[in-house]
């Protein structure tokens, strides 16, 4: 024998001790070689096995014919009945079959439907004398049918969208018809997704109306999160699905066409959530003076508009005296204190007012820790700033910036204490002395504790609105809280200030 390479299909057939029977077939690279070869055996008996029968809800008669049939043939049928669990039980044996089934056997009352919904039919054939076994020509079972239902894409079909946001909320509608004569009952339909992981997360099945024979249908629907579902994912649905045993929720004649799968690619949640801190209304600086009872609004403000910052965990904030040498305290949420107003989609922006009680002298160091609903915090470190508190009322001299000027110039100072003053006056002379320009509170705009740079601005005019001559000019300040003259703080800058005269410069 030459063996052929390793390449190349082979075929070796040899009967045990019978050199004659020996064949060998040999092809080229890719061919599909085929060998029959009749194997003469001494058995003197057989058997048939029909394919499964049913399901059925009513088990009505059994017909069969056999052809050849000789007096030493000895033929016998037996019914099995399968359970909904798939086991199988010996029902009945039919012995010395005549060659036809002119007298129909009545199934009904040998095998309950609704124990064994299933059946399968064995004939066994035995000629001991000559080898001739009678044909068994044909054989069937008549039934009551059982119901139909099937995923139907093809009539309507909508998902939301293939690749999705994380937090993002995915619909799913396709149809369901029923394709057979018979009347289902109420449909249940599971819903389940496999993530990245290949962990299976159940959804709630749904209960839908009952599906009367074709060609009723109904819409299966479901809406769900993408929370926790990064990357790929595969969302299924299976119509009639079995419990837990493994038992149908109601018999059905095929149950491949009804599941479906749809995969789908949720994107991560990367980008840092954005965290704004004003001390009433404004930006503070690094070691600013504010308010001994300021308003601290915080504010983080998240690209994502389906993960909602909804939970007061995503904020937390710490406070200490910095000559305290404990560590920072985390203030706890209380309604008079610290409030959370949580986001409302698409605008995803959730607060903290935080309205703390009166603050004793001194330096305090605010800590801000905050993240969004994927863990990402706001920035490559926690928000941290120092501020300095002084009860006392008080406000530094008044400073016109920038200082010469050509067309406009602003007022600087700082104050401390915990309430604004309800009265400013700046009063503008001539070298001469005379009052050319009042300018009063409500005219400087918003004024805070802490340093302040008016948004008036003063453009070189009179009262009257007419242009002032280039040069020199004083101004005075008055400023009154409660009616009463607010108390000077000294700066190293006092020095510009000449019994209570500043000087500006226009020059334009």
């Known amino acids: 024998i030459n063996c052929p390479d390793d390449n190349i299909p082979y075929i070796f057939f040899i009967k045990k001790g019978d050199i004659s029977t020996l064949q060998e077939i040999t092809g080229a690279p890719f061919d599909t070689l085929n060998l029959y070869f009749n194997l003469k055996t001494n058995y003197d008996f057989g058997s048939i096995s029909s394919v499964v029968v049913g399901p059925s809800t009513n088990w009505r008669s059994l017909h069969w014919e056999v052809d050849e ?30 060659p036809d089934s002119s007298d129909i056997y009545n199934l009904n009352s040998k095998i309950n439907a609704a124990n064994y919904p299933q059946l399968r039919l064995k004939a066994y054939i035995n000629d001991s004398l000559l080898k001739t076994p009678a044909q068994l020509k044909n054989w069937y079972v008549l039934f009551d049918g059982v119901p139909e239902a099937a995923i139907n894409p093809s009539v309507y079909y909508s998902f939301q969208a293939d690749t999705v946001d994380i937090g993002q909320t995915v619909s799913l509608d396709v149809v369901v018809e029923n394709i057979s004569e018979h009347d289902m009952d109420s449909l249940l339909i599971s819903y389940w997704i496999i993530d990245q992981a290949r962990n299976v997360r159940n959804m709630s099945s749904q209960r839908y109306k009952p599906l009367l024979k074709s060609p009723d249908s109904l819409m299966a629907s479901i809406a769900y999160s993408t929370t926790g579902l990064s990357g790929i994912n595969s969302i299924w649905i299976e119509v009639n699905p079995a419990d837990t045993s493994g038992v149908y929720d109601q018999l059905e004649q095929y149950h491949f066409n009804n599941l479906a799968e749809l995969s789908f690619y949720v994107r991560s949640d990367n980008t840092n959530p954005l965290l704004d801190v004003t001390f009433d209304g404004v930006h503070i600086l690094d070691k600013d003076i504010v308010s001994a009872q300021p308003q601290i609004v915080i504010q983080l403000n998240d690209e994502n508009q389906y993960l909602a910052l909804n939970d007061d965990s995503v904020l937390q904030v710490y406070i200490k005296r910095q000559d305290d040498p404990n560590a920072d305290v985390l203030v706890p949420y209380d309604n008079n204190i610290l409030t959370f107003v ?82 400013f006056r700046i009063r503008i002379f001539t070298i001469t002395g005379r009052v050319v320009k009042e300018i009063f509170s409500d005219e400087l705009g918003s004024i805070h504790i802490g340093n302040n740079l008016t948004e008036y601005a003063w453009d070189g005019t009179d009262q009257f609105g007419d242009r002032l001559a280039n040069g020199v000019y004083l101004y005075t300040v008055d400023v009154e809280l409660n009616g009463q003259e607010l108390e000077k703080r000294e700066t190293a800058a006092d020095k510009f200030i000449h019994k209570g005269f500043g000087k500006m410069y226009l020059m334009r």
């Open 342 to 423: 949580p986001a409302t989609l698409p605008d995803n922006k959730a607060r903290i007012l935080y309205n703390p009680e009166k603050f004793e002298d001194g330096i305090y160091d605010l800590r801000i820790e905050a993240r969004d609903v994927s863990n990402n915090i706001s920035g490559d470190n926690f928000y941290r700033i120092s501020f300095e508190v002084i009860n006392k009322p008080t406000i530094t001299e008044i400073f016109n910036y920038p200082n010469p000027f050509s067309t406009s110039t602003r007022f600087v100072f700082t104050l401390t204490g915990s309430e604004v003053p309800q009265d």
């Open 69 to 98: 049939l000789e007096p030493n043939d000895n033929v016998w049928l037996e019914v099995t009945g399968i359970n909904t669990m798939g086991d199988e039980t010996i029902i009945t044996q039919l012995a010395d079959l005549p």
